[in-house]
């Protein structure tokens, strides 16, 4: 697997202000109910985003999902609203850690099971095809999240959970040729906004570090949305249980 062509910042010893990204309100809730966050509110004037406070661990913090388009009325997914939400929330909130918690889809071929937790330790951009020296490397943004070796071993001790690379798309399927992009990079999950929100980690000098629970299979004769439907509230209880113990584990950086 090639390396990643960009770093971002290391875990803090210690975070206070958590900023969690959630791109959809049926992920939020279940996370929002295992964290006792207060209700949703509006980010800011003229935004459909929505934030949710508590605190845990001794840290706060803040879950933005991007909210609901009113036009057609479901959430608003993918990585261009992810990285507009999340923008708009730095502007509104301390951070000194970000998160993404949700969903995504895993390879039947590479042991994944319905509801497994993944940890990222890296990301990038699968549908990003730009036949230019330079800009084809740049538009995939290959990207080492924050969580060091140590770290990620002792989260999928925590959580039951494996570590690997995520990749990150606009849409629910996959073509043949990005089948054949995830086999060489031993892609181990596949969403819709992890490596948007890297790029904006990065622009900013930001640490992120991500937990992703699999709904369906990117590499199954399965309709995706039939699979990822039928297992997104199994799925999303998976990652609200985990969350928790991540926060925990991350806010003791050196306990």
Known sequence: MAEPTYQLPPLPDAPRDIVMFVAMEREAAPIAAALKLGAAQ???????ARIRRGEIAGARISLITPGVDSATGVDKIGPLHASMALHRALHATPCDLLLNAGTAGGFESRGSAIADIVIAHECMIHDARVQISGFD????????LSPDD???ARLCRTLSARAGLVSTGSSLDATADELACFAAT????????????AVVAHE??????????VTDFVDHHEPTQDAFLRNLQRTSNAVAAATGPLIETLARLRG
Not at 42 to 48: E, F, G, T, V
Not at 137 to 144: E, L, P, V
Not at 204 to 213: D, E, M, Q, S, Y
């Open 137 to 144: 490397t740049h538009c995939r943004s290959h990207t080492k």
């Open 42 to 48: 509006a980010l800011a004037a003229r935004s459909s």
């Open 186 to 197: 031993e892609t181990l999950a596949k969403d819709m906004e992890l490596a948007a929100l």
């Open 204 to 213: 900013l000098g930001l640490p992120l570090a991500a937990i992703k629970g």
């Open 150 to 152: 140590a770290m990620l």
